[in-house]
C-alpha cells in the first residue's frame, strides 16, 4: 500500500463570512488520495469541484478542516509558503490553458523553474525535454496565439511537469477542445500515470472522461456522494 | 528570479505595449528635458557672465597705498619714499612668473608716419604693460603683443590696429617693418604684432580712409620718451592669471609687499580682489537657475503620476497574468519586483531620452544665442565667449529622479499586483 499524497480531512469551505449571503460550499469533505493513483473528481456545475480543486491545489484555503499534502500540514500555512509549494509539488492544467500571452512556448514551460531558481541553461534544457516528450519539440518558440488548442494544452501540460510536481491537477483539460484533440490530452495524462508515476487528479462534468480513471469522486452540492473504486476512507 | 530576468520580463512587456510605454516615459522626458535645458542655460548665463566680467578687466587685482593706522588723528603725509616703485612690481613679476601681469597704460601724443605710397596716416601713441591687452579685451590678429621683456628692455616694439595696416598698404606683412613716428616727439618703432578692432575696420570699410588709431608701444618707451622713466605709483591695477586661484594670488601679493613694508612704519600695501564682486553675481545666477530647475521639475512630478498611472492599468490589465504566475509559485516578492523594474525602465530610458533632448535643446538654444548676439551687437560679440555648458550635476541628479519616480510611483500598482489572490486573478476575464 502505497503512501497517501492527499489528505483531505472534514475541510469546509464557506464564502461570504459574516455576510447576509454567507455561503457554505464544501460541508465536511473528506478525500485520500494514494501516491500513483488517477482520481476523477466528477460533478455537475455549482456542485463545488472547482472550489474544491482550488483547495487541492493551494490556490485556496479552507474555512475548517485540514489539508495535508506530501505528509505536509499546509494549515497554517502563509502565502509564499504556499507559492513555494505549489511551485514545487502540483502541476496545473487549466480548461484556458492560462499561458502567457506573448511568450514563446519554451518560456512558458520555463516559468515555474524560473520562480524555483533553477539557472537559464539548467531550465531551457528540461524544457526541451518535456515539449519533446508532449510532442511539441518543432513549435518550442511559438507563441501562445500562433498555436491551436491542443497544441497550447500539450504546452500547457509540459509546464505543469516542469518541477516534477508530486501531483498533476487538471480543470476540465479537454473542455475547450475537440474529440480528437481531448483524446490526445487524455492519453498524455494516461502515459503520465503509467510511466511516470505521477499521481493525476482530473476535474470534469464528463463521466465519460471519467470512466477512464482507477476513481471516480462524484461531488453534489458540497458532498461526497459517491467513490468507486476507491479506498476505504 | 533573478534581477536580469527581471529586465528581460520588462523589457518584453514594453514591447507588447510599444506606443503606451512610449507615451508614459513621455512625461518623463518633457520632465527631465525641460530640469536639463534650464539649468544649463543657468549655467551657460554663469560661464558666460563671469568670462565677460574677467574679460572685461572687472577681475583685477588692485594694490594700493594705505595708511597702517587710519584711525590716528594726527594724519600722516605720503612721502616719495612710501609709493609703489617699479622696481617693486618687477620683483613680484619675477617672484611669481606668470601669475601677474601690468595693465599700465601712458598716453604719449599724436604722430604722424607715412605709408607705402607716401600718403601721411595720424596715430594715437600709447604706452603699454603686457596685461593692457587683456584688460582691454583687445585680441591679438597677427605676430605678439608687447611682453615684459620688451618693456624691461625698452625695446622700440609695436602693435599696430588692422586698419593701421591697410592704410600703410603694402602687399607684404606689416609685421618686421619699421615705421617712423613723427610730431613732438620723433622716433622710429618695429612692427611685431597686429591688433582686431572691429568697429573701426566697418567704418574703415564704409569709406572713412584717414581715420586714425592707436598704436601700442612698451609702457617704459614712452615713459623715457617723456624723460619720467622712474615712475612711483599709489594705486597699481594687475591682471592675475585667470588659471590661478585668485586667492593664492591675492594672498602671495600681500605676503611680498608686507615683506617690502615692514620696515614703513606709517603705510602699508593694500591687496583687493575685484574678481570677488564678480562672484556675488554668479551665486545669484546660481540661485535664480536652481530656482527655475525646481519649476520644471513640477513637470516631472506630473510625469511621474503618469507612469504610476499607467502601471495601475497594466496591473489591472495583466491581472489573469499575475494569477497564473502566482499559480505556478511566483512569490509576492518576485510581483513586486517584476512591476517595480518594468517602471524603473520606462523612467530610466524616458530620463535618458529626456537627456539627450535636454542637451540638443541646449546646444540650439546656444547656437541662437551666438547668432542673435552676433546680429544685434556684433561689437561686444567679439569679446563675449558664449559657450553652452550643460549641467554635469544635473544630469547626475535626473538620472538618479528618474530611478527613484521609477521605484515611487512603481512600488504602488507593483503592491496591488503582488497582493492579489491567486484565484481571483485567474477567475479575471
Given at each position: 500500500m502505497s503512501e497517501s499524497i492527499i489528505r483531505i480531512d472534514n475541510v469546509v469551505k464557506t464564502f461570504n463570512i459574516g455576510m447576509e449571503n454567507e455561503l457554505e460550499i464544501l460541508h465536511k469533505i473528506c478525500i485520500d488520495i494514494k501516491e500513483g493513483e488517477f482520481v476523477a473528481i466528477v460533478g455537475s456545475s455549482g456542485a463545488g469541484k472547482s472550489t474544491l480543486m482550488n483547495i487541492i491545489g493551494l490556490l485556496d484555503k479552507p474555512t475548517a478542516g485540514r489539508y495535508t499534502l506530501n505528509g505536509i500540514d499546509t494549515s497554517n500555512m502563509k502565502d509564499d509558503e504556499l507559492s513555494e509549494i505549489r511551485n514545487s509539488q502540483i502541476g496545473f492544467v487549466f480548461q484556458t490553458f492560462n499561458l502567457i500571452p506573448r511568450m514563446t512556448a519554451l518560456k512558458n514551460v520555463e516559468l515555474p523553474m524560473m520562480y524555483k531558481g533553477i539557472p537559464q541553461k539548467e531550465r531551457t534544457a528540461k524544457a526541451k525535454k518535456l515539449l519533446e516528450m508532449v510532442g511539441m519539440d518543432d513549435r518550442m518558440s511559438h507563441q501562445p496565439n500562433q498555436?491551436?488548442?491542443?497544441q497550447k494544452q500539450r504546452v500547457s501540460i509540459a509546464r505543469a511537469m516542469a518541477n516534477d510536481?508530486?501531483?498533476?491537477?487538471?480543470?476540465?483539460?479537454?473542455?475547450?477542445?475537440?474529440?480528437?484533440?481531448?483524446?490526445?490530452?487524455?492519453?498524455?495524462?494516461?502515459?503520465?500515470?503509467?510511466?511516470?508515476?505521477?499521481?493525476?487528479?482530473?476535474?470534469?462534468?464528463?463521466?465519460?472522461?471519467?470512466?477512464?480513471?482507477?476513481?471516480?469522486?462524484?461531488?453534489?452540492?458540497?458532498?461526497?456522494?459517491?467513490?468507486?473504486?476507491?479506498?476505504?476512507? | 528570479?533573478?534581477?536580469?530576468?527581471?529586465?528581460?520580463?520588462?523589457?518584453?512587456?514594453?514591447?507588447?505595449?510599444?506606443?503606451?510605454?512610449?507615451?508614459?516615459?513621455?512625461?518623463?522626458i518633457i520632465g527631465i528635458s525641460s530640469v536639463i535645458t534650464i539649468s544649463s542655460i543657468g549655467s551657460t548665463i554663469k560661464k558666460t557672465v563671469s568670462n565677460s566680467m574677467f574679460g572685461f578687466g572687472m577681475a583685477t587685482i588692485d594694490l594700493s597705498v594705505i595708511e597702517r593706522d587710519y584711525?590716528?588723528?594726527t594724519p600722516?603725509?605720503?612721502?616719495?619714499?612710501?609709493?609703489?616703485?617699479?622696481?617693486?612690481?618687477?620683483?613680484?613679476?619675477?617672484?611669481?612668473?606668470?601669475?601677474?601681469?601690468?595693465?599700465?597704460?601712458?598716453?604719449?601724443?599724436?604722430?604722424?608716419?607715412?605709408?607705402?605710397k607716401n600718403e601721411a596716416i595720424v596715430l594715437d601713441v600709447m604706452g603699454i604693460q603686457p596685461g593692457y591687452m587683456n584688460y582691454t579685451m583687445k585680441k591679438m590678429v597677427k605676430g605678439r603683443n608687447i611682453t615684459a621683456r620688451d618693456v624691461k628692455e625698452t625695446k622700440h616694439t609695436a602693435v599696430v590696429s588692422e586698419v593701421f595696416e591697410l592704410q600703410y598698404g603694402n602687399d607684404e606683412s606689416i609685421i618686421g617693418k619699421t615705421i617712423s613716428l613723427n610730431g613732438t616727439y620723433n622716433f622710429e618703432v618695429t612692427v611685431v604684432g597686429v591688433y582686431s578692432d572691429k568697429k573701426t575696420l566697418q567704418k574703415y570699410n564704409l569709406g572713412e580712409k584717414n581715420i586714425s588709431t592707436t598704436i601700442l608701444t612698451p609702457y617704459s618707451l614712452v615713459g623715457k620718451l617723456k624723460g619720467n622713466q622712474k615712475t612711483?605709483?599709489?594705486?597699481?591695477?594687475?591682471?592675475?592669471?585667470?588659471?590661478?586661484?585668485?586667492?593664492?594670488?591675492?594672498?602671495?601679493?600681500?605676503?611680498?609687499?608686507?615683506?617690502?613694508?615692514?620696515?614703513?612704519?606709517?603705510?602699508?600695501?593694500?591687496?583687493f580682489d575685484c574678481g570677488e564682486a564678480t562672484k556675488s553675481l554668479t551665486v545669484v545666477i546660481d540661485i535664480l537657475a536652481?530656482?527655475?530647475?525646481?519649476?520644471?521639475?513640477?513637470?516631472?512630478?506630473?510625469?511621474?503620476?503618469?507612469?504610476?498611472?499607467?502601471?495601475?492599468?497594466?496591473?489591472?490589465?495583466?491581472?489573469?497574468?499575475?494569477?497564473?504566475?502566482?499559480a505556478l509559485g511566483a512569490k509576492t516578492k518576485s510581483i513586486k519586483r517584476q512591476f517595480v523594474t518594468e517602471?524603473?525602465?520606462?523612467?530610466?530610458?524616458?530620463?535618458?531620452?529626456?537627456?539627450?533632448?535636454?542637451?540638443?535643446?541646449?546646444?540650439?538654444?546656444?547656437?541662437?544665442?551666438?547668432?542673435?548676439?552676433?546680429?544685434?551687437?556684433?561689437?561686444?560679440?567679439?569679446?563675449?565667449?558664449?559657450?553652452?555648458?550643460?549641467?554635469?550635476?544635473?544630469?547626475?541628479?535626473?538620472?538618479?529622479?528618474?530611478?527613484l519616480i521609477g521605484v515611487i510611483f512603481g512600488s504602488s500598482p507593483a503592491k496591488r499586483a503582488a497582493k492579489m489572490n491567486p484565484i481571483d486573478a485567474l477567475r479575471f476575464e
Open positions: 498555436l491551436s488548442g491542443g510536481p508530486a501531483i498533476i491537477l487538471a480543470d476540465e483539460p479537454t473542455g475547450a477542445l475537440d474529440t480528437v484533440t481531448g483524446r490526445m490530452i487524455m492519453d498524455i495524462f494516461h502515459k503520465l500515470n503509467k510511466e511516470n508515476g505521477k499521481t493525476i487528479v482530473l476535474i470534469t462534468h464528463s463521466r465519460e472522461l471519467a470512466q477512464e480513471t482507477d476513481r471516480i469522486i462524484t461531488i453534489s452540492d458540497g458532498k461526497i456522494i459517491s467513490d468507486k473504486g476507491g479506498y476505504e476512507i | 528570479m533573478t534581477f536580469f530576468e527581471c529586465i528581460k520580463m520588462a523589457f518584453s512587456s514594453m514591447r507588447m505595449n510599444k506606443m503606451r510605454s512610449f507615451l508614459t516615459m513621455l512625461g518623463i584711525t590716528s588723528s600722516v603725509k605720503i612721502t616719495e619714499n612710501d609709493m609703489i616703485t617699479y622696481e617693486m612690481l618687477e620683483g613680484l613679476l619675477e617672484e611669481y612668473p606668470g601669475d601677474y601681469e601690468l595693465v599700465a597704460s601712458d598716453y604719449l601724443d599724436t604722430c604722424e608716419t607715412i605709408n607705402s612711483k605709483f599709489g594705486y597699481v591695477e594687475l591682471q592675475p592669471n585667470p588659471e590661478v586661484d585668485p586667492g593664492i594670488l591675492v594672498i602671495q601679493a600681500q605676503q611680498y609687499f608686507d615683506r617690502l613694508y615692514e620696515r614703513n612704519e606709517n603705510w602699508e600695501i593694500n591687496v536652481i530656482a527655475f530647475s525646481l519649476i520644471a521639475a513640477i513637470s516631472l512630478i506630473v510625469g511621474g503620476v503618469g507612469v504610476m498611472n499607467i502601471m495601475l492599468v497594466s496591473v489591472v490589465e495583466r491581472t489573469s497574468e499575475i494569477g497564473i504566475r502566482k517602471s524603473v525602465i520606462i523612467c530610466l530610458i524616458g530620463g535618458t531620452i529626456g537627456i539627450i533632448f535636454g542637451l540638443i535643446s541646449t546646444y540650439a538654444l546656444g547656437f541662437i544665442a551666438k547668432y542673435m548676439l552676433n546680429t544685434l551687437a556684433a561689437d561686444v560679440a567679439e569679446s563675449i565667449t558664449l559657450e553652452p555648458t550643460p549641467s554635469l550635476l544635473a544630469i547626475i541628479i535626473s538620472v538618479i529622479c528618474s530611478v
